[in-house]
């Protein structure tokens, strides 16, 4: 079996990926919070886990990938601060909370569709796990790890001796920020809230009654009971955005570690950040690009997955539309070269193993697409070519297979075809053109290619 290499941002180190169970991986992936439409930055994020499971997959692994969908307590702040997201969508759309979920992982998973990124295995909601959140914090609760202030249940980090492995925090710097803290009854700077409390002086849409008070889940929590959940107390893969280093997934390991007193994350693998013309992209700035957008400026959705796969996941990716423009050309005129491809041909070894090498070698998806170019170059029947591309194409999801199903034979057609091929071999010409006719009359033209490919197109 080819080994596969992930960049593991708990060791700052590519190592070797080793599942805990044969064959196996859990994957956990953190979702969006549906509130407003989703960006290209998230998309970006998005489009490497698939490949990520692509690749698992493309290895021979059984991925089971859960993706969340915060649905509740992600605040405006990433600390526990401000309004929560959903609150804040529903009031500036005078719709529910629960309509504005509805409405924005419709639009999210649509987007993903266009994307041509696969579904995970779980999709999970944050308030579909309340039970869970709340037992998960009873049990950190027993453990000493937490303390109650007037606004929740905190974890205290500094019961936790790992707490600034994984972001390299620097926890001194952080006490002496200690001054600048809106919430002065919290222990330690970073402590976090397991659990908030519904503000005395506003009506939630969305609260529960709990051990500690009506309230809501912190946002962390929900995705360290919704893994544990599925994927059990120690799993493999956790990937996301780097944003979510430093806060998110440093307190997500902490809840882990509290609960288990364990590592339970394997693999913690992050990608880079989009960019717009080299800045930062954000709804202040008046820069933020929906997917939506692309579309109405008549570039096709996976011209934008072609330009993320000519970047790799850990470098960032700076969005402009004239890259669009040329992912648009790029990809428009791959798939007429494919197009003029015969069909029925082998794959071609030799590529396929340096395909999969890089692919392996932590998502290598920019040398694997100079892979594709070689292929394109190389002297082999242009059918071996296509075979050989449309197996890339399990990973670069490009869709760069639709062009052999754009004419479709029924049983009788393709048995005329073989027929043709076969008289074609024998050298009798006669009836080879006779049988081409009798496939142009039903619409099917044949067009023959060298070294005795053929091609398909629809005759007029
Ligand atoms: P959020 O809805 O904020 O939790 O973000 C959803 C996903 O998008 C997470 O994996 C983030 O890390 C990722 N993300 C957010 N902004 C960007 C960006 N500008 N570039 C790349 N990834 C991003
Ligand atoms: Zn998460």
């Keep these: ?38 960006h290209i930055g998230n998309f970006r994020a998005y489009l490497f886990e ?34 929560d997201k959903l609150e804040k969508g529903s009031k500036r759309e005078g719709r529910t909370v629960w309509e504005i979920i509805e409405f924005y992982t419709k639009v999210f998973k649509e987007n993903l569709h266009e994307l041509n990124i696969e579904d995970p295995t779980i999709w999970c909601k944050a308030t579909d796990y309340i039970q869970e959140q709340i037992d998960f914090a009873k049990k950190l609760e027993s453990k000493g790890l937490t303390y109650v202030i007037s606004d929740g249940l905190y974890f205290d980090t500094s019961k936790y001796p790992g707490y600034a492995t994984l972001a390299k925090l620097n926890i001194s710097g952080q006490q002496e920020g200690a001054r600048v803290e809106t919430n002065a009854e919290k222990r ?17 849409q969305m609260e529960w009654d709990s051990p500690w008070g009506k309230g809501f889940p912190g946002w962390h929590l929900e995705c360290s009971a919704m893994s544990f959940k599925e994927l059990g107390e120690e799993f493999d893969i956790h990937a996301s955005g780097i944003d979510h280093i430093p806060v998110h997934h440093t307190n997500e390991r902490a809840q882990n570690w ?3 007193d364990k590592e339970s994350v394997k693999y913690w693998i992050h990608s880079e950040f989009l960019l717009v013309d080299g800045g930062k992209m954000g709804k202040s700035l008046g820069n933020l690009i ?89 002297n082999y029947p242009s059918s071996d070519k296509r075979a050989t591309i449309i197996t890339f194409d399990k990973i ?51 067009v023959d290619l060298p070294d005795n490919q053929y091609k398909l197109e629809k005759s007029q």
């Design 188 to 204: 330690n700077p970073a402590d976090f809230a397991l659990w908030k409390f519904s503000p005395k002086d506003q009506q939630r």
């Design 396 to 446: 670069f999801g490009l869709n760069l297979n639709q062009i052999t199903e754009a004419v479709e034979l029924s049983r009788e057609q393709e048995e005329l075809l073989a027929q043709r091929q076969q008289a074609k071999v024998v050298k009798d010409f006669k009836k080879a053109d006779e049988l081409r006719s009798v496939l142009a009359e039903q619409g099917i033209k044949v």
């Design 1 to 38: 079996m080819q080994p596969v290499y992930f960049y593991n941002t708990l060791t700052r180190q590519k190592e070797e990926f080793k599942p805990l169970k044969p064959g196996r991986v859990g994957f956990y992936t953190c979702g969006p919070t549906v509130y407003d439409y989703p």
């Design 258 to 260: 509290g609960l288990t």
């Design 290 to 378: 929906t997917l939506q957008q692309i579309k109405d400026k008549g570039f096709s959705p996976l011209a934008f997955r072609y330009l993320a796969l000519q970047v790799h996941y850990r470098s960032k990716l700076n969005f402009t539309w004239e890259a669009l423009e040329a992912a648009q050309r790029g990809y428009d005129n791959l798939v007429n070269e494919i197009k003029s491809f015969g069909l029925a041909g082998k794959i071609i070894p030799e590529f396929e193993t340096q395909f999969k090498q890089v692919v392996s070698d932590d998502l290598n998806t920019p040398k694997a697409l100079a892979i594709l170019q070689e292929v394109l170059k190389a």
């Design 50 to 83: 698939d490949i990520l499971r692509r690749t698992l997959e493309y290895n021979g692994y059984q991925v089971k990938q859960v993706m969340n969908i915060t649905d509740v307590g992600h605040l405006t702040s990433d600390a526990d601060e401000g309004e």
